[in-house]
């Protein structure tokens, strides 16, 4: 089991490390998008009631895009403070409204990946298909599963280890380290884990399905699981949607204070309809339930993922379990920092594997010796561990720095994050290994406290964000002053 828990720990604790870390923001993907948004700074603090903001939707879309066959408006939110309307048919085209008036901002939105870049890296593993990505994510969760049960074999003293930590030690002070981040964010670990897998648990055993429904395969079986809404009735004349009841009668189903999204299929047309979908917040469940409604008179036409079958709502559940949709401020908080811990635990994990084995023939006459094969993970360990901060860094810088109009923008902030993590990582191969560490330390450090204190004066929404920038690093500027020392 130790030789099982080394060895696949080693070859796959850098991809598990990036994983940990981008899946962290990914719990903050919507407030880092704000961050990358500063044209939006001055609308978070800003409340508009939700009929109000609506209807202004529907009033710009009714002059602007009256011809489509379908309107989305996504009402604004903590999270996300602009009123953003959609269309779609001939000419689909979307547009960012202010909504205290209902027309464009004056200034465009600039254009970013935002956290959910991060957050496909977490899941699709970038540079690849996304279903391949998707598909090495679960094998490696599958290993991470390995790796916590066979690390928990090996600890024949496992209480006694949560309570000691041997500073100033050497590997013993990794080892210690390694097994409090390990022992203590144990019940996060496996829960992540488990609910990770399920979300993708049509990629990784797709044979039950397929042997049941055949040809129709998984589109069939999601049909049946996630029934969607059945039309009880069309209207016989054109209609102009009047939101405001509408959306009363779901806040008061839902028992919720706030709607998502809104999507009207044929405005203004025959057989018009209302869609009203759930915010999702506050509810521990992925798949947002909806209501249906006539657009002529208003009748209820069907509702989506609001009762579901126990196998469903759980498949539901523990999908939203695992992206927390349901966290408030302090719980996410929680579990940004617990994927962190995570990240730490994979990252002592390597330092304490080049630890033990950094010189061979120390008992020998003459200077000890150096194994390549350690020397070589002893350097990615520094492109991984230090490097990848860095990068991280450098793609909220380059959304700072590139200008606002520059076309391709989201491209350009995603390549200057590679961009310095391939300059990091050739750094780290080819300088002294103490250098790279320190140097890269200091600069991912340096970067993200300094974005950290920049954001701190942007507004309320962003308060959380620059608080987790400057903690990430401040603690990274003191690693490195220790390595100094």
Not at 413 to 422: C, D, K, L, S, T
Request: proline share 5%.
């Amino acid at each position: 089991m130790g030789w099982l828990h080394n060895w696949l720990g080693l070859l796959l604790g850098w991809l598990l490390f990036v994983i940990f870390v981008t899946g962290s923001f990914g719990y903050y993907r919507h407030e880092v998008t704000l961050m990358m948004t500063p044209e939006l700074h001055d609308l978070a603090a800003v409340q508009v009631p939700q009929v109000d903001a609506a209807q202004r939707g529907v009033e710009w879309l009714s002059a602007n895009a009256s011809g489509a066959e379908e309107w989305g408006i996504l009402l604004p939110d903590e999270k996300s403070p602009a009123l953003r309307v959609s269309w779609s048919g001939l000419t689909p085209g979307e547009q960012i409204l202010d909504p205290r008036t209902g027309h464009p901002l004056a200034v465009a939105p600039r254009q970013t990946g935002g956290g959910d870049f991060l957050y496909r890296i977490h899941s699709d593993l970038h540079f690849i298909s996304p279903i391949a990505g998707r598909i090495l994510a679960s094998l490696i969760a599958v290993a991470l599963l390995v790796l916590l049960i066979t690390g928990l074999i090996t600890h024949r003293h496992i209480v006694r280890n949560m309570f000691r930590f041997r500073r100033g030690k050497g590997w013993r002070t990794r080892l210690d380290v390694h097994n409090l981040t390990a022992v203590l964010g144990l019940p996060f670990h496996l829960f992540i884990t488990l609910t990770a897998l399920v979300t993708v648990m049509m990629l990784v055993m797709p044979w039950g399905v397929a042997s049941v429904y055949g040809a129709n395969g998984i589109g069939a079986f999601a049909e049946e699981s996630f029934p969607q809404v059945t039309v009880k009735g069309r209207v016989e004349q054109g209609s102009t949607p009047e939101l405001a009841p509408l959306i009363g009668r779901a806040l008061q189903h839902w028992r919720t204070d706030s709607v998502g999204e809104i999507n009207i299929e044929h405005p203004g047309a025959h057989g018009s309809r209302i869609t009203l979908a759930h915010p999702i917040r506050g509810i521990a469940q992925f798949r947002k339930p909806s209501m249906t409604f006539d657009a002529a008179d208003g009748r209820l036409l069907g509702t989506t993922n609001d009762q579901l079958s126990t196998v469903s709502l759980l498949h539901s559940q523990l999908f939203g379990l695992h992206v927390g949709h349901f966290a408030g401020p302090t719980f996410r908080f929680a579990l940004f920092w617990l994927g962190l811990v995570g990240a730490a635990m994979v990252a002592t994990g390597h330092l304490l594997w080049t630890a033990k084995r950094w010189r061979i023939n120390a008992n020998v006459a003459g200077p000890p010796q150096q194994r390549p094969a350690v020397l070589i993970v002893h350097r990615l360990n520094a492109a991984v561990f230090a490097g990848l901060p860095l990068a991280i860094a450098a793609y909220f810088w380059a959304n700072r720095i590139i200008p606002a109009s520059t076309a391709e923008r989201p491209v350009l902030e995603q390549n200057a994050m590679f961009i310095v993590w391939g300059a990091a990582a050739a750094l780290a191969l080819l300088a002294p290994a103490r250098f790279v560490w320190r140097t890269l330390l200091y600069l991912g450090g340096g970067a993200l406290l300094t974005l950290g204190i920049l954001n701190l004066s942007t507004g309320p929404g962003n308060l959380i964000m620059a608080m987790n920038l400057c903690i990430l690093g401040a603690a990274s500027i003191g690693t490195a002053l220790r390595l100094t020392r």
